[in-house]
């Protein structure tokens, strides 16, 4: 079984900064793709970030060139780094993971429990 903690939420004011880090834990043997999912309040969740297992990104078009997602593999952990935030970033990330428990283990996605960003003056 693989565990992801997730970590770096908090309160920030508009236009400042925050990172997310997100590392899984347990039984891995391979991790694909990865990935931060955003729920805002009275929105459905969304795909906010996407990361391959060979490195290639995308993003929801309301973060580009504010957020930057990037994982070390050796650590088994993903990151977001968030800039110039707004308060429409406000929302619970998750965080994703598309691993496998061992060769013979299907792939699975996994969960972190959520972390809550807020953007408020």
């Known amino acids: 079984q693989v565990q992801l903690v997730e970590s770096g939420g908090g309160l920030v004011q508009p236009g400042g900064s925050l990172r997310l880090s997100c590392a899984a834990s347990?039984?891995?043997?391979?991790?694909?793709?990865m990935g931060w999912y955003r729920q805002a309040p009275g929105k459905e969740r969304e795909l906010v970030a996407g990361?391959?297992?060979?490195?290639?990104?995308k993003y929801v078009d309301s973060v580009k060139g504010r957020f930057t997602i990037s994982r070390d593999n050796a650590k088994n952990t993903v990151y977001l780094q968030m800039n110039s935030l707004k308060p429409e970033d406000t929302g619970v990330y998750s965080c994703?993971?598309?691993?496998?428990?061992?060769?013979?283990?299907?792939?699975?996605?996994?969960w972190g429990q959520g972390t809550q960003v807020t953007v408020s003056s």
């Open positions: 994703s993971a598309d691993a496998r428990s061992s060769w013979y283990a299907p792939t699975l996605r996994s």
């Open positions: 990361i391959s297992s060979g490195g290639s990104t």
């Open positions: 347990g039984s891995i043997f391979s991790i694909n793709a």
